[in-house]
């Protein structure tokens, strides 16, 4: 059996072409389908039928450090969007140091993150929803 490495430096986000920095001291990003998938239901008889759900838009969850520069940028196309309609984006991530990967052509933040203010530096928790997207969970190398 090999061993199997995974670095947490090797994962890549873009979010309209800019590389998104500064992330927490434990997380990065989550990725959550907003579809069901695939659902089936039995009949009578006992057949059995599929249906696939065409839903493929996610809700993607970043965690930024309060110090992070992302903020900035986040900010910036958030109030633009409000402004304008002109933020939705391109969005994506890469783990380098695997095969996992995530893409939108159309993603947008959702709002401002919760903000807080105390004695050490907290995190900003900005989400996004994206229209179709592609997944691919994958292993390491």
């Known amino acids: 059996m090999s061993t199997k490495t995974y670095n947490p430096k090797k994962v890549i986000i873009t979010f309209g072409g800019v590389e ?4 927490t001291e434990d997380s ?3 990725v959550e389908p907003l579809g069901e998938g695939t659902k089936s239901v039995i009949g009578c008889d006992g057949g059995v039928t599929r249906s696939i759900d065409p839903d493929t838009r996610c809700k993607v969850t970043v965690k930024l450090k309060a110090s992070s520069s992302s903020n ?4 910036t196309i958030y109030a633009a969007d409000q402004s304008t309609g002109g933020g939705i984006l391109p ?8 095969t996992t990967t995530f893409a939108a052509t159309q993603a947008w933040v959702t709002n401002y993150p919760k903000v ?3 004695k050490e ?3 900003n928790e900005w989400v996004f929803e994206t229209g179709a997207a592609t997944l691919f969970v994958g292993g390491n190398s």
């Open 91 to 98: 969005i994506s991530m890469k783990d380098l140091s695997g």
């Open 116 to 118: 807080s203010r105390e």
């Open 121 to 123: 530096a907290k995190e």
């Open 72 to 75: 900035d940028y986040l900010s």
């Open 20 to 23: 998104i920095k500064g992330f």
């Open 28 to 30: 990065i990003i989550e």
